[in-house]
Protein backbone atom coordinates (compact mmCIF):
# COMPACT_ATOMS: atom_id res chain seq x y z
CA UNK A 1 0.00 0.00 0.00
CA UNK A 2 1.27 3.12 -0.79
CA UNK A 3 1.06 5.70 1.52
CA UNK A 4 0.80 9.76 0.42
CA UNK A 5 -0.03 12.88 2.11
CA UNK A 6 -0.09 16.53 1.09
CA UNK A 7 0.53 18.82 3.80
CA UNK A 8 -1.85 22.19 3.93
CA UNK A 9 1.20 24.35 4.38
CA UNK A 10 4.37 24.00 2.76
CA UNK A 11 7.22 23.31 5.18
CA UNK A 12 10.33 25.47 4.88
CA UNK A 13 12.62 25.12 1.81
CA UNK A 14 15.60 22.87 2.89
CA UNK A 15 18.47 25.55 2.82
CA UNK A 16 20.78 22.85 3.11
CA UNK A 17 22.75 21.55 0.54
CA UNK A 18 22.79 17.91 1.30
CA UNK A 19 23.75 16.02 -1.32
CA UNK A 20 27.71 15.41 -1.53
CA UNK A 21 27.39 13.90 -5.17
CA UNK A 22 25.86 14.60 -8.57
CA UNK A 23 24.97 11.86 -11.22
CA UNK A 24 28.22 12.33 -13.13
CA UNK A 25 30.71 11.74 -10.22
CA UNK A 26 28.54 8.94 -8.81
CA UNK A 27 26.96 5.86 -10.36
CA UNK A 28 25.90 3.37 -7.99
CA UNK A 29 26.91 -0.40 -9.18
CA UNK A 30 24.21 -2.24 -11.32
CA UNK A 31 24.35 -4.96 -8.47
CA UNK A 32 24.11 -2.89 -5.19
CA UNK A 33 20.82 -1.42 -7.38
CA UNK A 34 19.30 -4.38 -8.10
CA UNK A 35 20.06 -5.41 -4.58
CA UNK A 36 17.99 -1.94 -3.68
CA UNK A 37 15.40 -2.40 -6.82
CA UNK A 38 14.15 -5.74 -4.97
CA UNK A 39 13.98 -4.49 -1.50
CA UNK A 40 11.95 -1.13 -2.28
CA UNK A 41 8.67 -0.67 -1.85
CA UNK A 42 6.28 1.84 -0.76
CA UNK A 43 4.62 -0.01 1.68
CA UNK A 44 4.91 -0.43 5.99
CA UNK A 45 6.88 -3.48 6.56
CA UNK A 46 6.81 -3.34 10.16
CA UNK A 47 7.07 -0.70 12.65
CA UNK A 48 10.48 0.29 12.63
CA UNK A 49 12.82 2.92 15.07
CA UNK A 50 15.26 3.60 12.48
CA UNK A 51 15.32 7.22 11.70
CA UNK A 52 13.37 8.42 8.99
CA UNK A 53 16.27 9.62 5.40
CA UNK A 54 15.01 12.38 3.39
CA UNK A 55 15.33 13.56 -0.23
CA UNK A 56 14.11 16.32 -2.09
CA UNK A 57 12.91 16.09 -5.66
CA UNK A 58 11.95 19.53 -7.84
CA UNK A 59 9.95 18.81 -11.07
CA UNK A 60 10.43 21.98 -13.86
CA UNK A 61 9.76 22.86 -17.53
CA UNK A 62 7.12 24.54 -19.37
CA UNK A 63 3.78 25.16 -18.38
CA UNK A 64 1.30 22.69 -19.41
CA UNK A 65 4.21 19.73 -19.95
CA UNK A 66 2.54 17.47 -17.34
CA UNK A 67 4.46 18.13 -14.56
CA UNK A 68 1.11 18.15 -11.90
CA UNK A 69 -0.25 15.00 -13.75
CA UNK A 70 3.04 13.00 -13.60
CA UNK A 71 3.10 13.57 -9.50
CA UNK A 72 -0.61 13.01 -9.21
CA UNK A 73 -0.52 9.88 -11.33
CA UNK A 74 2.19 8.43 -8.98
CA UNK A 75 1.21 9.94 -5.16
CA UNK A 76 -2.63 9.53 -5.82
CA UNK A 77 -3.27 7.29 -8.98
CA UNK A 78 -5.23 9.61 -10.97
CA UNK A 79 -5.68 11.65 -13.92
CA UNK A 80 -7.21 14.50 -15.30
CA UNK A 81 -8.13 15.60 -18.39
CA UNK A 82 -8.71 19.23 -17.16
CA UNK A 83 -5.79 21.75 -17.11
CA UNK A 84 -5.42 23.51 -13.93
CA UNK A 85 -2.25 25.60 -13.75
CA UNK A 86 0.28 25.77 -10.84
CA UNK A 87 -0.24 28.44 -8.95
CA UNK A 88 3.46 29.10 -7.60
CA UNK A 89 4.49 25.66 -6.22
CA UNK A 90 2.93 22.52 -4.54
CA UNK A 91 4.16 19.85 -2.18
CA UNK A 92 3.78 16.33 -1.61
CA UNK A 93 5.69 13.67 0.37
CA UNK A 94 5.93 10.26 -0.51
CA UNK A 95 6.82 7.45 1.97
CA UNK A 96 9.40 4.52 0.71
CA UNK A 97 10.88 1.72 2.73
CA UNK A 98 13.94 0.70 1.11
CA UNK A 99 16.18 -1.84 2.54
CA UNK A 100 13.47 -1.69 5.49
CA UNK A 101 14.29 1.88 5.64
CA UNK A 102 12.19 4.72 6.03
CA UNK A 103 12.53 7.03 3.55
CA UNK A 104 10.64 10.11 2.32
CA UNK A 105 10.88 12.16 -0.91
CA UNK A 106 9.77 15.33 -0.92
CA UNK A 107 8.17 16.62 -4.13
CA UNK A 108 8.47 19.79 -5.00
CA UNK A 109 5.78 20.85 -8.48
CA UNK A 110 6.76 24.18 -9.49
CA UNK A 111 4.62 26.50 -11.68
CA UNK A 112 5.67 26.80 -15.73
CA UNK A 113 3.97 30.06 -15.74
CA UNK A 114 6.76 33.03 -16.45
CA UNK A 115 5.00 35.30 -13.72
CA UNK A 116 5.65 32.05 -10.61
CA UNK A 117 9.12 31.92 -12.33
CA UNK A 118 10.56 33.37 -8.78
CA UNK A 119 8.41 31.91 -6.46
CA UNK A 120 9.35 28.48 -7.83
CA UNK A 121 12.85 29.04 -7.79
CA UNK A 122 13.59 30.00 -4.27
CA UNK A 123 12.69 26.03 -3.76
CA UNK A 124 15.63 24.73 -5.89
CA UNK A 125 17.84 24.84 -3.02
CA UNK A 126 18.69 21.74 -1.61
CA UNK A 127 17.60 19.95 -4.17
CA UNK A 128 19.13 15.82 -4.16
CA UNK A 129 16.92 15.52 -7.73
CA UNK A 130 16.39 18.14 -10.19
CA UNK A 131 13.40 16.24 -12.73
CA UNK A 132 12.92 18.56 -16.12
CA UNK A 133 10.06 17.68 -18.12
CA UNK A 134 8.67 18.23 -21.84
CA UNK A 135 6.00 17.52 -23.90
CA UNK A 136 6.69 14.68 -26.56
CA UNK A 137 3.53 16.03 -28.41
CA UNK A 138 5.12 19.03 -28.44
CA UNK A 139 8.79 19.04 -29.34
CA UNK A 140 8.97 22.97 -28.85
CA UNK A 141 9.19 22.08 -25.03
CA UNK A 142 12.34 20.12 -25.47
CA UNK A 143 14.23 23.40 -26.41
CA UNK A 144 13.66 25.07 -23.21
CA UNK A 145 14.82 22.25 -20.97
CA UNK A 146 18.46 23.22 -20.66
CA UNK A 147 17.66 26.47 -19.06
CA UNK A 148 15.04 25.20 -17.01
CA UNK A 149 17.27 22.38 -16.26
CA UNK A 150 20.70 25.16 -15.65
CA UNK A 151 18.24 27.61 -13.07
CA UNK A 152 17.66 24.68 -11.23
CA UNK A 153 20.80 22.72 -10.89
CA UNK A 154 22.65 26.10 -10.31
CA UNK A 155 20.57 27.19 -7.26
CA UNK A 156 22.58 24.13 -5.65
CA UNK A 157 26.45 24.31 -4.28
CA UNK A 158 25.68 20.11 -4.36
CA UNK A 159 25.17 19.16 -7.56
CA UNK A 160 21.94 17.01 -7.63
CA UNK A 161 20.85 13.65 -9.78
CA UNK A 162 19.10 15.15 -13.26
CA UNK A 163 16.56 13.35 -15.10
CA UNK A 164 14.88 14.72 -18.33
CA UNK A 165 11.26 13.07 -18.74
CA UNK A 166 9.17 13.31 -22.12
CA UNK A 167 5.67 12.73 -20.87
CA UNK A 168 2.20 12.42 -22.96
CA UNK A 169 3.47 9.38 -24.46
CA UNK A 170 0.37 7.75 -25.71
CA UNK A 171 -0.21 10.92 -27.42
CA UNK A 172 2.80 9.99 -29.80
CA UNK A 173 2.33 7.58 -32.89
CA UNK A 174 4.24 4.67 -32.85
CA UNK A 175 6.06 5.57 -35.78
CA UNK A 176 7.03 8.70 -34.13
CA UNK A 177 8.49 7.10 -30.94
CA UNK A 178 12.28 7.09 -31.89
CA UNK A 179 12.56 10.42 -33.22
CA UNK A 180 11.12 11.57 -29.87
CA UNK A 181 13.60 9.15 -28.35
CA UNK A 182 16.89 10.20 -30.14
CA UNK A 183 16.03 13.60 -29.47
CA UNK A 184 15.41 13.40 -25.62
CA UNK A 185 18.36 11.18 -25.67
CA UNK A 186 20.88 14.02 -27.44
CA UNK A 187 19.14 16.64 -24.66
CA UNK A 188 19.30 13.93 -22.07
CA UNK A 189 23.40 13.65 -22.81
CA UNK A 190 23.70 17.04 -23.18
CA UNK A 191 22.29 17.89 -19.97
CA UNK A 192 24.03 14.62 -18.09
CA UNK A 193 20.45 13.71 -17.47
CA UNK A 194 18.85 10.19 -17.00
CA UNK A 195 15.90 9.96 -20.23
CA UNK A 196 12.74 8.44 -19.14
CA UNK A 197 9.40 8.32 -20.88
CA UNK A 198 6.07 8.25 -18.88
CA UNK A 199 2.39 8.73 -19.88
CA UNK A 200 0.32 10.09 -17.09
CA UNK A 201 -2.82 9.28 -18.52
CA UNK A 202 -2.13 5.45 -18.72
CA UNK A 203 0.34 5.17 -16.07
CA UNK A 204 3.33 4.14 -18.36
CA UNK A 205 6.31 3.85 -16.76
CA UNK A 206 4.93 6.35 -13.63
CA UNK A 207 5.77 3.71 -11.28
CA UNK A 208 9.11 2.42 -12.20
CA UNK A 209 10.62 6.40 -13.10
CA UNK A 210 9.42 7.48 -8.81
CA UNK A 211 11.01 4.02 -8.02
CA UNK A 212 14.32 4.96 -9.20
CA UNK A 213 14.36 8.24 -7.75
CA UNK A 214 13.72 7.18 -4.66
CA UNK A 215 16.58 4.53 -5.43
CA UNK A 216 19.06 7.11 -6.63
CA UNK A 217 18.63 9.83 -3.97
CA UNK A 218 18.76 6.80 -1.12
CA UNK A 219 21.71 5.65 -2.12
CA UNK A 220 23.77 8.44 -2.73
CA UNK A 221 22.32 9.73 0.36
CA UNK A 222 24.08 6.82 1.98
CA UNK A 223 27.10 7.32 0.13
CA UNK A 224 27.06 11.08 1.45
CA UNK A 225 26.94 9.47 5.06
CA UNK A 226 29.68 6.96 4.76
CA UNK A 227 32.02 9.77 3.16
CA UNK A 228 31.20 12.18 5.97
CA UNK A 229 32.04 9.30 8.68
CA UNK A 230 35.20 8.55 6.96
CA UNK A 231 36.44 11.71 6.58
CA UNK A 232 35.40 13.64 9.88
CA UNK A 233 38.84 14.23 12.31
CA UNK A 234 39.24 11.10 14.24
CA UNK A 235 40.06 12.86 17.63
CA UNK A 236 36.24 13.72 18.01
CA UNK A 237 33.37 11.08 17.80
CA UNK A 238 30.26 12.63 19.11
CA UNK A 239 28.38 9.74 20.42
CA UNK A 240 24.64 11.20 21.99
CA UNK A 241 25.15 12.71 25.27
CA UNK A 242 28.80 12.10 25.63
CA UNK A 243 32.25 13.40 23.50
CA UNK A 244 34.65 10.85 23.48
CA UNK A 245 37.94 11.99 23.27
CA UNK A 246 41.03 10.06 22.32
CA UNK A 247 44.59 11.10 23.30
CA UNK A 248 48.06 9.70 23.45
CA UNK A 249 50.04 9.92 26.60
CA UNK A 250 53.75 10.25 27.11
CA UNK A 251 54.04 6.61 26.55
CA UNK A 252 52.46 5.87 23.97
CA UNK A 253 49.26 4.55 25.76
CA UNK A 254 45.59 5.53 24.04
CA UNK A 255 43.34 7.07 26.58
CA UNK A 256 39.58 7.35 26.33
CA UNK A 257 38.30 10.56 28.22
CA UNK A 258 34.63 11.45 28.59
CA UNK A 259 34.02 14.93 28.31
CA UNK A 260 30.82 16.60 28.98
CA UNK A 261 28.76 17.94 25.50
CA UNK A 262 28.29 21.75 25.99
CA UNK A 263 24.56 20.87 24.62
CA UNK A 264 23.65 18.39 27.24
CA UNK A 265 22.06 19.07 30.61
CA UNK A 266 22.46 15.31 31.65
CA UNK A 267 25.70 13.18 31.71
N1 LIG B 1 -2.90 12.71 -23.07
C1 LIG B 1 -2.16 13.11 -22.04
N2 LIG B 1 -2.38 14.34 -21.52
C2 LIG B 1 -1.62 14.72 -20.48
C3 LIG B 1 -0.60 13.90 -19.92
N3 LIG B 1 -0.02 14.58 -18.92
C4 LIG B 1 -0.67 15.73 -18.81
N4 LIG B 1 -1.64 15.84 -19.75
C5 LIG B 1 -2.54 16.97 -19.93
O1 LIG B 1 -1.78 18.14 -20.14
C6 LIG B 1 -2.38 19.26 -19.53
C7 LIG B 1 -1.39 19.97 -18.63
O2 LIG B 1 -0.99 19.08 -17.60
P1 LIG B 1 -0.39 19.59 -16.19
O3 LIG B 1 0.05 18.38 -15.47
O4 LIG B 1 -1.35 20.48 -15.50
O5 LIG B 1 0.84 20.45 -16.68
P2 LIG B 1 1.91 21.25 -15.79
O6 LIG B 1 3.24 21.04 -16.41
O7 LIG B 1 1.78 20.90 -14.36
O8 LIG B 1 1.45 22.75 -16.04
P3 LIG B 1 1.79 24.07 -15.14
O9 LIG B 1 1.22 23.82 -13.79
O10 LIG B 1 1.11 25.20 -15.84
O11 LIG B 1 3.26 24.25 -15.14
C8 LIG B 1 -3.63 18.72 -18.77
O12 LIG B 1 -4.78 18.99 -19.53
C9 LIG B 1 -3.38 17.24 -18.67
O13 LIG B 1 -4.56 16.47 -18.69
C10 LIG B 1 -0.39 12.62 -20.51
O14 LIG B 1 0.49 11.82 -20.12
N5 LIG B 1 -1.20 12.28 -21.58
Wanted: hydrophobic share 40%; charged share 20%.
Amino acid sequence: MKVSRQLTEFPVALDQDTTPYGLNQFTPSARSLSDLNSNISNGHPGSSRIAVRMAKAVFVGDVGVGKTSLINRFCRDIFELNYKPTVGIDYEMERFWILNVPFNMQIWDTAGQERFKCIAASYYRGSNAVVTVFDASDLESLSTCQRWMDDAVGANAVPPLKFLVATKMDLVNENHREKIDQMGLRMANLLGAEYWTVSSKTGENVEQFFRRIAVLTFEMGLASEITEAFTRPPKQIHLNAAVLRTSNNQDGDSRVAMKKCSSCKNF
